[in-house]
């Protein structure tokens, strides 16, 4: 009887080393998966950055844009304005040649 009992103590350790390796198997597995997660979650914070830093660009390149086109407009509305200044003179010449023309 105390042999069968030492046996059964002896298989009962034996089962409880193993499932404490497996414990440890677990364990290590889930700080792996948490260093990973911990890498991941680093990276996405890189991601979200850059993404800020290009939505800032973007934003930066809008504005430029905007004030070219405003220049490009004003530019447009003076070249207009001289255009109808040189348009005015050209008659102003005219109309000097034909009193001219009628005078001689």
Same mark, same amino acid.
């Given at each position: 009887?105390?042999?069968?009992?030492?046996?059964?103590?002896?298989? !009962?350790?034996?089962?409880?080393?193993?499932?404490?390796?497996?414990?440890?198997?677990? @364990?290590?597995?889930?700080? %792996? !998966?948490?260093?990973?997660?911990?890498?991941? %979650?680093?990276?996405?914070?890189?991601?979200?950055?850059?993404?800020?830093?290009?939505?800032?660009?973007?934003?930066?390149?809008?504005?430029?844009?905007?004030? !070219?086109?405003?220049?490009?407009?004003?530019?447009?509305?003076?070249?207009?304005?001289? @255009?109808?200044?040189?348009?005015?003179?050209?008659?102003?010449?005219?109309?000097? %040649?034909?009193?001219?023309?009628?005078?001689?």
């Amino acid at each position: 009887e105390l042999v069968a009992t030492k046996e059964q103590l002896e298989a !009962t350790r034996q089962e409880l080393v193993a499932s404490k390796q497996e414990h440890e198997a677990t @364990r290590q597995e889930l700080v %792996g !998966t948490k260093e990973e997660l911990e890498v991941s %979650g680093q990276e996405l914070v890189a991601t979200k950055q850059e993404h800020q830093a290009t939505r800032q660009e973007l934003v930066a390149t809008k504005e430029q844009l905007e004030a !070219t086109r405003q220049e490009l407009v004003a530019s447009k509305q003076e070249h207009e304005a001289s @255009r109808q200044e040189l348009v005015a003179t050209k008659e102003e010449c005219e109309a000097t %040649g034909q009193e001219l023309v009628a005078t001689r």
